[in-house]
Structures are given as structure tokens and as C-alpha cells.
DNA sequence: GCTAAGTAGTTAAGCGCTTAACCATAATTT
DNA sequence: AAATTATGGTTAAGCGCTTAACTACTTAGC
């Protein structure tokens, strides 16, 4: 072996990187739990996404502002749209007085899928989640909020 | 509004779900940094993953065996293979024993990859994770710990 | 020993996202 | 007012992963 101290370099992790990828690890198979479930349903996590944040927003929002709130590109938002136009979930109207904007609402149909589904979704998460107790949550969210800010 | 209800039941998270959530984005944010980290030198997350894992091995291991730890299926593993082959960053040899399986190896180019560019990663997932103390980290580790098993 | 079932790895098709280029409209500069 | 720059949204190409179908080999059962 060329570099010795290698493998026990990879091996001997600091206690921040083993908590990066604890974090990432575990992470990873809890938003399994959750996309598992609306792919079962035929559902897109993603789709839903939107839909989510436009009823927090109540009801309508702008595309751009919509990508920003999810987390991805005006691109993607674009095409996450377009299928949930389709399905009916949304409704397009464009902006009353900047022709560059559309105005994206949720239709009764989205609502009612929501209605429908979102309960159950949660149910599954906190399912997944009550390994901890409220004080332990807490402490996590403390020590998610101080990761964060940074 | 169809449902009068919906809006708030999507605002009036609890607390299971808001600490579900703060993970999925805390920890998206965090892997971008390594994840950029790699594309800024033109390497790739997921190669070098490959790497890492087969020097905590010692140097060598089966490509399903890989795949199980690394967490993405055999597929992916076999097209994560090629390029890193090609680079010259790993080796392939055919089992001495069992003819379907072949065993994979680190070169030291792969070893010197790893030798130039994991630490300075690590550093830059430390300082995105500095935010948090000693103890702080610890109690992250047992609270991702009690999430994991279950 | 031969057939059937299982396992390791590869390949093809498809999905979900990204970046980059583009079009249309609006705001700013002069 | 005209030209420039900025913004909102769409489209195209590409990347990284998945599932499913396939090939090659091995193991187990008769």
C-alpha cells in the first residue's frame, strides 16, 4: 500500500464528519419511509411538495417564489407544474399586471388529494420519528436549527 | 376554500414532522457542501464514495458487497465501476474461486486521489458542522442512533 | 449427472433533477 | 423614447440514480 497512514485516516473519523454522515445516512432512509409512501399511492413526493406549499401559502403563489420555498430550480418548478396542471391538481392564471408571471393556485382537486392523503403520510413519519420523545425532538431540532444557521 | 381545515393542518406541524422536515433540509444543505466540494475539483460524491469504502476494507471487495454498503443497487455500482476503472482509480480482477464474481481493488492513483482530496473535505464538512460542540455532536449521534434502529 | 433455482454482474429504458440557452416582458439608464 | 439590463418562465441536453430484463456462473435437489 502506497500511503499507510491512509486506511486508518478514512477509518479514524473526527466526531463531526462520523455526525455528517450519520446524519446523511439516517436522513436518507426516514425521506425513504415518506417518497415510499406516495409512490405506492401512484403519487410524486415532489409534486406534492408543491402543493404543500401552496396551501401554506393559501393557495397561490408565483413559480419562482414556489422553487425557492422547495428547494429547487425555476427549471424543475417548470416542469413539476406541468403534470399537475394536467392531473388538475393546479390552476395557471397569469399575472394580472406583469405579463412575465403566472399565478399558480390549487384547485379543489389538489385540495381534496391532500385531504385524502397527507394525514397518512404524517402518520407514517411520526411512525417513524417516535423513537424519540418530545424532549428528544426538541434537542434535535435545537441541534438541527444550530447546524443551519451557519 | 374546500376544505377549511387544510390549511391548518398543514401549518400545525407536529412536533414528529417539523423535526422530520428540519432534518431532510438541514442535511440537504450540508451534503451540497461536500458534494460541491468534489464537483469543484472535477471529481464525483459517488466514486469517491466507492473508494472510501473499499480502503476501510483494506483495499478490496466484491462489487455487490460494495454496492450493500455504499447503499445504491448493483446497477449503479456496476456503471460507478466503469469510470473509475478507466481512470485507473480502481482494478478489476475475476474471483480466483467463483466465476460471477470479481474483486475490486484500489490502485494507488485511486490511493493518492484519496490521499490529496479526502482531508481537505473533511475540513470542509468540519467547519460546516463546528457550529456544535463536543457535546453537542454527541448527543446529535445518539439522537440519529435511536432513529436508525427501528 | 441433470435440471432447477439462486446469485453476481451488465445493460437498457426511464425518471427526476440540474445547468445552460432561450424567449418574452419589465425596469433602469441615458 | 430607445437601448440596456434584469427577471420570470420554458425548453433541451445531460447526469445520476432506479427498476427490469438479461447473461453467465454456481448450488441444490432429484
Redesign the pocket.
Known amino acids: 500500500m502506497q500511503h499507510p497512514n491512509l486506511q486508518e485516516f478514512v477509518l479514524d473519523q473526527p466526531l463531526h464528519t462520523q455526525a455528517f454522515f450519520s446524519l446523511v445516512e439516517t436522513t436518507a432512509k426516514l425521506v425513504d419511509v415518506s417518497e415510499k409512501y406516495w409512490q405506492s399511492k401512484g403519487l ?4 406534492i ?1 408543491v402543493l404543500v406549499e401552496l396551501m401554506k401559502e393559501g393557495g397561490s403563489l ?6 425557492k420555498r422547495i ?13 399537475l396542471e394536467q392531473d388538475g391538481f393546479i390552476r ?1 392564471e397569469s ?1 394580472p ?8 393556485s390549487v384547485t379543489s382537486e389538489g385540495q381534496q388529494l391532500l385531504f385524502t392523503h397527507l394525514p397518512a403520510n404524517r402518520e407514517g413519519i411520526a411512525e417513524k420519528m417516535k423513537s424519540l420523545d418530545e424532549q428528544e425532538l426538541h434537542q434535535l431540532l435545537f441541534l438541527l436549527h444550530k447546524l443551519r444557521r451557519d
Open positions: 410524486n413526493g415532489a409534486r411538495r408565483l413559480p419562482s417564489i414556489l422553487a428547494g429547487v430550480t425555476k427549471a424543475n418548478i417548470s416542469l413539476l407544474l406541468i403534470p395557471r399575472h399586471v406583469d405579463g412575465r408571471k403566472s399565478v399558480i
